[in-house]
Structures are given as C-alpha cells and as structure tokens.
C-alpha cells in the first residue's frame, strides 16, 4: 500500500472542498470488499448515508483490500464497469459472492 500512498503525495490539492451529498454531485458506486482489512465496510456503509441516491457493490466474503478489477469477480467487475462506461447505476444495491478466506495449507498448521 506504500506505493498507492506515494503516488497521492504528488497530486495537486482540491480545487474545492468534496461536497458530499450535494444535490449537483453525480450518482456514486461504492465499491468494498466486506470484510476489508484497511477500508472497513461499516465506513463504506456510512459514506453512502452521506451520499443520497449511491449505490453499493459489496464482495461478500471479500477480505481483501480493493474489490474492482483486483479480485477477478465478474459480478462486482461487471456492475463498476457498466457504471464507469454509462453513468448508471444499479436499481438497487449489488451483493456478489466473495470468494471466502483463502485456504490454508494443512502443512502450515500440524
């Protein structure tokens, strides 16, 4: 993640402060993997309350952190990429199946 965090440190700042909620602001996907190491759901939960009219997508069973296009999951990656090329978004919340707690190796724990 340290790489992501540098790449922040070059951007210029705001032109204006985020006015969430704004009746101007476009319609919003919120894209979260549920359980989310670094970006908890909960917080996603409550960014889309201040946010009238967004959508979530939630990788249920997700414990990674990032969702679209890093997990391969046709379900979230489909309903972001309809949004990003349209502008529409879902009728309702998307629930797409996670793909669990990675295996572990029997090997690992005798």
Request: glycine share 10%.
């Amino acid at each position: 993640h340290g790489l992501e965090a540098a790449v922040c440190a070059f951007w210029s700042p705001p032109r204006e402060t985020a006015r969430l909620g704004h009746p101007a602001m476009p319609p919003v996907l919120i894209t979260q993997a549920a359980h989310d190491p670094t970006t908890p759901l909960d917080g996603a939960v409550r960014l889309r309350a201040r946010m009238p009219g967004a959508r979530m997508a939630v990788l249920d069973d997700g414990y990674s952190h990032g969702a679209f296009a890093s997990q391969r999951n046709a379900c979230l990656d489909g309903t972001a990429e309809r949004y990003l090329l349209t502008g529409q978004l879902p009728a309702a919340d998307v629930h797409c199946a996670g793909p669990g707690l990675p295996a572990t190796s029997a090997a690992a724990h005798p």
